[in-house]
């Protein structure tokens, strides 16, 4: 599967060109080509601000969201970089808290391309790459990195001396990568996951991460002991729970009342109480407890559970958007939307599980209709047993106008050209 991307630069768009007609082997694993590629540029990976690195099924993105609001409400300036993109390729690389110009971005990716063209790396290689290259140039208090997939063989897992390493929700998803057969790895699912997501961790650093079942908790506790890295575990060395208040945080240090997060769903506390414990964990950077309760209450993810605005797309109707498409997602938005009826417009991916999504919410669902995912192989609508549309605005047209939530889910790449549609850009 391709990660497809266009730009209205024109100068963008030879490098996106360039970038997309990349290959790579079918089953191929390792860091090697990622480090030949960094060394070509010099190793700007060594050369990067403290890093906050973050790995998960789910979560990983919103932690990432929480962990800049809160690093630039104190004052800092952070460099991110996250995928995948929702409209602009230039989502994926944030330097020093502005989306990167599309003049710098054209640039810099053919710097990165002509440096590795003999290289055969992948689209997410030379992404991590030349955002490592950009974010050593340009002087910043932090970074903070989202893993693409797994950990263990992602581009992403070259940093080597990050400020603390973290681990969000655990599920299954990426089976075909995560799962693959391997001597000396985990037998049960779950466990092999946190067993590919603990690669991350690195000696010495803090690994700051959720509470898991015995069999996944094992290989995390397992990675950190091999790498002589703190562990600071939900549950042993930090906790949080939601009161009526908002979100109370503990750990050694003491106590924090802070608010609700902005970004709706419960899940998102939990999140949030990751990205405090992330930073409450390690000895780079102070954040001070006012900034972290004001990056928890101006975090910003889109698409994940998004109520969009009224805008071309909507009209004034209520409609939400999510990106998620495995079964942690359908149980979260089945929590959200319990006791109320929902339409559904999904579009799925053909390598995902299409009950992911329905059979969680099925007692919440008023209708379903399936839509394609633009651009890319997806399930037909015969696969989720409602109706079908040719794309989003005329599914939505033909909702019944009775008052009802909308809910449009299943693809982040879906999720992209809605937020298009609506006028609603990633800023």
Not at 17 to 24: P, W
Not at 178 to 193: K, V, W
């Given at each position: 599967m391709k990660d497809f991307a266009t730009s209205s630069s024109p100068d963008v768009q030879r490098q996106l060109?360039?970038?997309?007609?990349?290959?790579?082997p079918d089953g191929r694993l390792g860091l090697a080509t990622i480090r030949a590629l960094l060394a070509r540029l010099g190793d700007p990976h060594l050369r990067l601000p403290p890093a906050f690195h973050v790995a998960g099924t789910n979560g990983k993105g919103s932690t990432c969201a929480f962990l800049r609001a809160m690093l630039e409400a104190d004052g800092k300036r952070v460099h991110v970089t996250t995928s995948p993109h929702l409209v602009r390729y230039n989502e994926r690389i944030r330097v020093a808290g502005e989306l990167i110009s599309d003049a710098r971005l054209a640039a810099l990716l053919a710097e990165v391309l002509d440096a590795g063209e003999d290289l055969d790396p992948s689209f997410f290689e030379v992404t991590i790459a030349a955002a490592f290259l950009e974010f050593a140039r340009v002087p910043a208090d932090a970074c903070v990195i989202e893993v693409g997939l797994g950990g263990r063989f992602d581009a992403t897992n070259v940093v080597d001396r990050p400020a603390?390493?973290?681990?969000?929700?655990?599920g299954i998803d990426h089976e075909r990568f995560?799962?693959?057969?391997?001597?000396?790895?985990?037998?049960?699912?779950?466990?092999?996951?946190a067993f590919e997501k603990a690669g991350i961790v690195k000696p010495g650093r803090p690994l700051v991460t959720l509470a898991y079942p015995e069999g996944p908790r094992l290989e995390i506790e397992r990675a950190a002991l091999a790498a002589?890295?703190?562990?600071?575990?939900?549950?042993?060395a930090w906790g949080a729970e939601v009161?009526?208040?908002?979100?109370?945080y503990r750990d050694e240090r003491g106590e924090l009342a802070l608010p609700f997060p902005a970004l709706p769903g419960l899940h998102q506390a939990e999140n949030a109480a990751l990205a405090v414990a992330m930073l409450r964990h390690q000895d780079f950077i102070a954040v001070s407890p006012g900034a972290i309760a004001e990056g928890i209450r101006k975090a910003h993810w889109p698409a994940r559970l998004q109520r969009l605005a009224p805008g071309p797309l909507t009209g004034g109707r209520e409609v939400w958007l999510d990106g998620g498409h495995n079964a942690d997602a359908g149980a979260m938005l089945a929590r959200h939307f319990a006791?109320?009826?929902v339409h559904l417009v999904i579009g799925m991916l053909a390598n995902k599980n299409p009950a992911a999504l329905i059979r969680p919410m099925r007692d919440s669902l008023a209708s379903v209709v399936a839509v394609p995912v633009p651009a890319h192989e997806h399930h037909p609508a015969a696969t989720f047993g409602g109706g079908e549309a040719p794309?989003?605005?005329?599914a939505l047209a033909a909702l019944p106008a009775d008052g009802l939530p909308v809910l449009i889910?299943?693809?982040?790449?879906?999720?992209?050209e809605v937020l298009r549609l609506n006028g609603e850009l990633p800023g």
């Open positions: 060109d360039r970038l997309g007609a990349l290959s790579v603390a390493c973290g681990i969000a929700s655990l995560l799962l693959a057969p391997e001597a000396g790895t985990p037998a049960e699912p779950l466990s092999r996951i002589g890295a703190p562990l600071t575990m939900r549950g042993d009161t009526e208040s908002g979100l109370h006791g109320r009826r794309d989003v605005p005329r889910a299943g693809s982040l790449y879906l999720a992209g």
